[in-house]
């Protein structure tokens, strides 16, 4: 078992306290009688929103350049909104997905989801009875071999899978999760 992991007395505890000192608004998530055992953000998907926006700004400058290359205004129309979806999940992958966090307590686990304009969306709340396996997908990263991050999946009872993408401390979440 994990020190920093364990719900009750010690270091568990001491953990449970610095992560409410560090995030003091997780207290009003908590239940009567719950534990804050684990607690990640989701990681910044930088690299792919900058491709998603080079391609979609690509693609509306190109068509805004050279009307006439795409054979009429209704191929036209198409490329401009691939373009217009594409530069928007750039902006929404760089600056919004990274508010997405998943906690952990003692008796069950939230997930809470950002929707498309970037504010809190749907909360997936699930009781730790009800997971029958959880595994871990780390992040392959060549340079940051030693990170904790990577994704999380679920496995429940009634047979459903969720996937909680991408934590900055996934194997935290991880090792939370395989603790009873």
């Known amino acids: 078992m994990t020190g920093k992991s364990l719900p009750g007395s ?71 909104l691939a373009g217009a979806l594409l530069s928007a999940g750039g902006v929404w992958a760089v600056c919004f997905a990274k508010r997405s966090y998943t906690l952990v307590t003692s008796r069950r686990i939230l997930y809470q989801k950002i929707n498309l304009l970037g504010r809190p969306g749907k909360t997936v709340c699930i009781p730790r009875g009800q997971v029958r396996s959880a595994r871990y997908l780390k992040s392959m990263v060549m340079y940051r071999g030693a990170g904790s991050s990577g994704s999380v999946l679920l496995v429940l009872q009634n047979g459903g899978r969720l996937l909680i993408p991408g934590m900055q401390d996934g194997e935290n979440i991880f090792d939370a999760l395989r603790e009873r």
């Open 10 to 80: 010690g270091p568990g505890s001491s953990y449970s306290r610095m992560l409410l000192r560090q995030h003091p608004w997780l207290s009003g998530l908590l239940q009567e009688g719950e534990t804050l055992i684990a607690f990640s953000y989701r990681e910044p998907e930088t690299l792919p929103g900058i491709s998603l926006l080079f391609v979609g700004v690509a693609a509306l400058g190109d068509f805004a350049l050279h009307p006439e290359a795409f054979g009429g205004m209704l191929p036209g129309a198409f490329v401009i």
